[in-house]
């Protein structure tokens, strides 16, 4: 993947957290720059990998004399005990990179794993499982390459990429459909208006004002039964949000939404076990 300048401040960021008094422990153990080091970065665990790109370019910034052999390409499923990739170079610039490329390897693992989960647990119906905005602030670019890299899909990059009016939004409007008719006359044309409905009442509400698409929000399955196929008769799409799991994801899916947004892929995702062993 490519750094994008965000992406590059993030990494700037962490490495003078980590290493803005320098390594007294490199420098009092070892000579100089310790010597040419070899280390393999090992999956302790079934994982998707994901993050190498950025692991390499932590490295880079440590030093030009660091290089990361990758083994294997981000977005494969691999078992526990697969070497993902081998870091070579001194010794001492290497024990420098290792905690803050350790730190964004494990973590895009941990989503793309969890975004694997999640894909896998809708195989075979029509439903997409997409993120939300809910990811590590400064995070966001990295998190939500790493759910494409586990087989999910991106929802919003940001409040300007999407118009979603919520909850929120129709408290402050005075009711849903006002606030879809307003969308409708002042949004910008290119994009499509979806609102947040809690209950049959309220999307009828948001199909006559004409919404393309309607988020169903923390409803029961059984109601989701009778909101989904009615929400397609009246020519919307469908998206799911609110409390999704692992455990109930596949349940929502086979009842024919188009998206299913869950938070928990960044959110809730654990970090992926990854070391960095020296050879």
């Not at 905690?99 to 999640?118: D, E, H, Y």
């Not at 990059?157 to 929120?168: P, R, T, V, W």
């Not at 029961?220 to 989904?228: H, N, R, T």
Request: glycine letters at 10%; a neutral charge.
């Amino acid at each position: 993947m490519m750094l994008t300048p965000a992406m590059k401040r993030l990494v700037a960021l962490a490495l003078e957290e980590d290493l803005g008094r320098g390594d007294v422990t490199a420098a009092a153990v070892l000579d100089g720059d310790g010597g040419p080091a070899r280390a393999v970065l090992l999956a302790k665990q079934p994982l998707v990998l994901f993050g190498l790109d950025v692991a390499a370019y932590v490295c880079a910034e440590v030093s030009a004399e660091i290089r990361v052999v990758r083994r294997i390409a981000d977005g494969t499923l691999v078992a526990a005990g697969t070497v993902v990739g081998e870091v070579l170079g001194p010794a001492v610039p290497v024990l420098m990179a290792e905690r803050t490329m350790l730190n964004f390897l494990q973590r895009l693992s941990g989503v793309a794993t969890q975004a694997r989960r999640f894909a896998d647990a809708v195989a075979g119906t029509r439903a997409r499982v997409v993120d939300t905005r809910k990811t590590t602030p400064g995070w966001r670019g990295l998190e939500k390459a790493a759910v494409v890299a586990g087989g999910c899909a991106n929802h919003r990059a940001d409040l300007g990429s999407g118009l979603l009016i919520k909850d929120n939004h129709i408290a402050a409007c005075g009711g849903v459909r006002s606030a879809v008719e307003r969308a409708r006359l002042r949004a910008p044309h290119p994009l499509r208006i979806e609102v947040e409905v809690k209950s049959l009442a309220e999307l009828d509400e948001a199909l006559a004002a004409g919404a393309e698409i309607v988020l169903l929000d923390n409803m029961p399955l059984d109601v989701l039964a009778q909101a989904i196929p009615r929400a397609h008769a009246g020519g919307a799409r469908v998206e799911v949000s609110g409390g999704v799991t692992l455990d109930t994801v596949g349940a929502i899916a086979r009842l024919g939404p188009d998206l299913i947004s869950a938070g928990a892929i960044t959110h809730s995702a654990p970090a992926a076990d990854i070391s960095l062993d020296f050879t």
